[in-house]
């Protein structure tokens, strides 16, 4: 596959949208991250801390089931908006008096440093929006211990099909960006320095009463980032005419005359391998990749 930027991805639009999206989880993203955590029984060996990456938008129900799985694990949380990072810690942050069912080690809020890297990264739902994936991966990399693993969910690319299909047969500029198939973010994440992944998905149908809060639902969970989306303002008669086409051709008999759009959820899960030394006549390793080593020597009973 290639290592290039995603062909579909506007960068400056992906970053205005991060910066100004809702300080709220969506419903889906919270559904995904409940099925997620239920992935969870499938790891052998019980993290003693790990690391929630955006949870704002990821889904704070969806932390509250992984600090439940895990109560005696140190949570780190990580927010890379500011504004974000506020409501994480007016959510999260709170004295352990409030925790109630959540009750446990108190976040800890940032990244964590050399030293500290954790046993897992959790990451609901985000890495489809991200303008430079690759880079995303390294971040995620670099925060985790030797053996710690990621888990990660995010959109495929049959979602929205039907909301495509529509555009294209109306003649308008695509719908949204598209995304990345199961089988290339496994390449790249191997790519990045992972090892191991594992990938699967599912569909999930949403179905709605009216085109309206289909929109609305919609404009909850993200915004174009196709670089040829329409670039100015659309007027009232063609959002009459979008209303009239989404009613006349999403409604399905099977869903009760619903709406219904399809969403494709991949999960995956891939660990940070020890690093690889070779011998060239003269080898070297980084400072921070042998003292993670000398950890895991440390760890397995090794001398």
């Known amino acids: 596959m290639s290592t290039a930027l995603p062909p579909t991805i506007d960068p400056i639009a992906a ?69 974000h990072a506020e ?46 994936p690759q880079a995303l991966l390294a971040q995620w990399l670099k925060a985790l211990a030797v053996d710690g693993f990621v888990m990660f969910s995010c959109l495929g690319p049959d979602t929205a099909q039907e909301l495509h299909s529509l555009y294209q047969k109306a003649g308008w500029p695509p719908a949204g960006h598209s995304f990345t ?57 063609w959002r009459r005419e979008l209303l009239s086409q989404l009613d006349g051709l999403l409604r399905v008999k099977e869903q009760d005359g619903q709406l219904a759009l399809t969403f494709e959820v991949v999960y995956g899960h891939a660990y940070k391998p020890m690093p690889r030394v070779r011998a060239s006549g003269e080898s070297s390793v980084a400072l921070d990749d042998m003292r993670a080593m000398l950890r895991q020597g440390r760890n397995t009973g090794l001398r």
């Open 15 to 83: 970053a205005r949208w991060q910066a100004r999206a809702p300080a709220a989880s969506p419903w889906l993203h919270e559904e995904v991250a409940r099925r997620m955590q239920e992935r969870l029984q499938w790891m052998a060996k019980p993290p003693t801390s790990w690391l929630d990456w955006a949870p704002v938008r990821g889904g704070l129900q969806g932390h509250g089931l992984v600090a439940e799985r895990y109560p005696q694990a140190q949570r780190w949380v990580h927010e890379p908006q500011a504004q």
């Open 87 to 132: 409501a994480a810690r007016k959510a999260l942050g709170k004295s352990w008096w409030d925790l109630g069912r959540w009750a446990g080690k108190q976040p800890r809020f940032g990244l964590p440093a050399a030293g500290e890297e954790v046993q897992m990264l959790w990451a609901n739902m985000h890495l489809h929006q991200a303008a430079d």
């Open 181 to 237: 198939d199961m089988h290339d973010l496994g390449d790249m994440m191997v790519q990045g320095g992972f090892a191991e992944p594992v990938m699967d998905m599912e569909h999930i149908t949403l179905t709605f009463a009216t085109p309206e809060r289909l929109l609305q639902e919609l404009r909850e969970l993200g915004c174009n980032l196709h670089p040829q989306r329409f670039a100015a303002l659309r007027g009232k008669a």
